[in-house]
């Protein structure tokens, strides 16, 4: 039987986004973001989509574990590092690549004597502010990690934008000018740029990049689908209805009465809600497709349930299909109608809500 509340993942959309990455940086090696289970996609289905990259990139140690777990060969890169011996001790065990961002790593690092031969990543803080060494820094950091026996060289060396997603910023070229002169005259690979600094900013591409959210055919971009970058989009959430019901001119619909029906209409009940990842704070008039038709919301998110005007579809009934994001609903017209980003939508799909692949 079919849920009530499922999503279809378009793996052929996931190949197709890393050919557009690609095409906008072909002299450099890919490391694909995964993190956050694949952006609510599934980690290990996206990783198996995307086996002939370079490497991957994961937030935390145990989500590269589960990788190597898995049986993924690739470079893994852990982009929040680590916070304590015992977790450094699972990086190299596991053969996973911290990045070194603080001096309390750099200390732990110290502290192992025997020869592992661990591949890191030195990450600059050039104005996110928030992981990185800052760029005076930079000499002493990368000496006393030259010295570390346990360290493979040469170091691989990264910074992370603030601004990319903002055209014309002048932020992101800041960034750009002070990692080269920072890391001017030494060696290792460098890794500047994400999903929006690979598709607006060719300055920042270098040895690899780090497409994260452009995979997923998502635009990093305000105001800008991914269809219109040329990708596709991997995920479409769909649920049906469960009732259908006449509403009179008068009459409010949902809690605390919020949406007051100023003329007769007919109201559908849609088997989806917060409780499995649509947005709690979805306005009134957010557009849904029912039958492929689109109508608006109308009432409050609940947990289990929202409600769309079927005004004008006149031949819906009870178990009809409804598509509240995908391929012909943006997820990004729906994270506007939330005030909030992609991101969080995808990422905040629940786990009652079934994968099913394409």
Request: with cysteine; net charge negative; glycine share 8%.
């Amino acid at each position: 039987m079919t849920p009530a509340a499922f999503a279809v993942l378009t793996l052929d959309a996931v190949r197709h986004n890393l050919s557009k990455v690609r095409s906008c940086a072909p002299e450099a090696k890919i490391m694909a973001v995964i993190k956050a289970n694949g952006y609510g996609h599934g980690m290990l289905r996206i990783a198996e989509a995307l086996q002939d990259v370079d490497a991957f990139a994961v937030a935390r140690v145990d989500e590269g574990m589960r990788l190597r777990k898995a049986g993924f060969k690739q470079r893994i890169a852990v982009l929040e590092g680590f916070s304590c011996t015992e977790e450094f001790e699972e990086l190299l065990t596991y053969q996973l690549e911290p990045v070194v961002h603080s001096f309390t790593q750099l200390e732990i690092i110290e502290t192992i004597t025997e020869v592992q031969g661990c591949n890191i990543w030195l990450k600059i803080d050039t104005g996110m502010n928030r992981l990185g060494f800052k760029p005076a820094d930079f000499d002493l950091v990368y000496q006393r990690l030259n010295c570390c026996s346990l360290i493979k060289q040469p170091i691989n060396l990264m910074t992370h934008f603030a601004n990319a997603d903002v055209a014309n910023d002048a932020k992101t070229l800041q960034q750009i000018k002070l990692f080269n002169d920072t890391v001017d005259g030494f060696i290792g690979e460098r890794s500047l740029a994400n999903s929006a600094a690979i598709l607006a900013w060719e300055q920042s591409l270098s040895d690899w990049v780090r497409p994260g959210v452009m995979l997923y055919g998502i635009s990093p971009f305000p105001e800008v689908t991914g269809q219109q970058l040329g990708l596709r989009p991997v995920m479409e959430l769909h649920s049906r209805l469960i009732a259908i019901k006449p509403v009179a001119a008068g009459d409010t619909v949902g809690y605390g009465g919020s949406w007051l029906c100023e003329k007769s209409t007919t109201l559908g009940v849609v088997a989806i809600g917060y409780g499995d990842g649509y947005p709690r704070y979805a306005k009134v008039g957010t557009p849904v497709l029912v039958n492929g038709q689109r109508v608006e919301l109308i009432g409050r998110v609940s947990m289990d349930m929202i409600t769309v005007d079927l005004g004008v579809v006149t031949e819906a009934k009870v178990g009809d299909s409804v598509t509240l994001w995908g391929e012909t609903l943006p997820v990004e017209e729906i994270a506007l109608w939330s005030d909030t980003i992609p991101y969080t939508l995808v990422c905040g799909v629940t786990q009652r809500v079934q994968l099913i692949d394409k």
